[in-house]
């Protein structure tokens, strides 16, 4: 979960995962890491890459430890070493829950400097422009804040693991803030090549699609998203991950220089200033936390496609 305002923090077995069909393990372009997916709690990804070269392998975040090991156990997978991009509980309860099972002491643990002091068994700081490295595989960090300060995403290849910054389709909650610095942190990754893979933390995209057609009805590749989306959720499957390129024609929060998005944000509010990127963005997070779009039914969405012309 993104903690949302009022969300409940212990959901663990209390409800089934939104995904039952979990992505296959695959490869990031070079090579050298195999990434797998792992669903946990109701709606959170752990992501667990192992080096192709040596076997080394990592996590990156995850509220629990439970799924994680039982997965590396069923495939023969040590894990040694820990990413964190952030410090809420459901990105560093696997640092917590190894640690009361005695796991934790002896790994590497990277996490952002600037949250030093919150990352349990940080073992390794990290901040914008650094290289990392797992086994034969070199990754590097970007500065991503504006959900919370010290947010880091992780970079391998043409994968990044973004934490709660991008989603598919959408964006994290602004707890830190301000919107300026988010909008950057979402410029900051738009700007990767179109093909990098999006791996984020939660499976959110159902949600994130309703609010983009809100704001975005009428853009062709949005309505064939949605179509895909709702096909691949209905038999259980995930949408994560995505990639830069899709994010950039479908994600309403990188969609600033469309007009009639804008037109949108004006009727919605008209005393807003939108006449800068940042404050475009800031309007568009506004309006999707007041949730007006919750209230509209799926029956306006693009579920069907259109019918050709006579």
């Not at 996490?111 to 990352?119: D, F, L, M």
């Not at 009428?218 to 179509?227: C, D, F, K, S």
């Amino acid at each position: 979960m993104d903690l949302a305002p009022g969300a409940p923090a212990g959901l663990r077995g209390l409800v089934e995962h939104v995904v039952t069909r979990p992505r296959a393990p695959f490869t990031t372009g070079d090579g050298a890491l195999t990434i797998h997916q792992i669903p946990s709690l109701r709606d959170n990804l752990i992501w667990l890459l192992q080096c192709n070269e040596t076997g080394v392998a990592a996590v990156v975040d995850g509220p629990e430890a439970g799924p994680l090991l039982a997965y590396c156990e069923a495939r023969g997978i040590t894990l040694s070493t820990i990413f964190n991009t952030h410090t809420h509980p459901d990105h560093i309860g696997v640092n917590l829950e190894l640690a009361k099972r005695g796991l934790l002491a002896g790994m590497r643990v990277v996490g952002s400097a600037a949250q030093r002091a919150n990352v349990p068994g940080i073992t390794e700081t990290v901040q914008e422009g650094d290289s990392i490295s797992l086994g034969a595989a070199n990754g590097r960090v970007l500065s991503t804040e504006g959900h919370v300060d010290g947010h880091v995403s992780y970079v391998f290849d043409d994968v990044v693991f973004c934490g709660d910054t991008m989603f598919s389709a959408g964006c994290g909650y602004l707890f830190d803030g301000p919107p300026a610095k988010m909008h950057d942190s979402l410029t900051r990754l738009a700007a990767l090549p179109e093909h990098t893979r999006v791996c984020c933390a939660h499976e959110y995209t159902e949600d994130n699609l309703r609010f983009a057609w809100s704001v975005d009805a009428g853009n062709e590749v949005l309505a064939q998203r949605i179509r895909d989306v709702w096909a691949l959720r209905a038999e259980g499957g995930c949408t994560i991950p995505t990639t830069i390129g899709i994010e950039r024609a479908t994600n309403p929060f990188l969609r600033h220089a469309e007009p009639s998005l804008v037109a949108r944000l004006r009727e919605a509010w008209p005393d807003r200033p939108l006449s800068s990127p940042a404050e475009i963005f800031a309007a568009t997070r506004a309006l999707k936390d007041r949730k007006d779009y919750q209230a509209e039914g799926d029956d306006r969405l693009p579920l069907q496609p259109p019918r050709p012309r006579a």
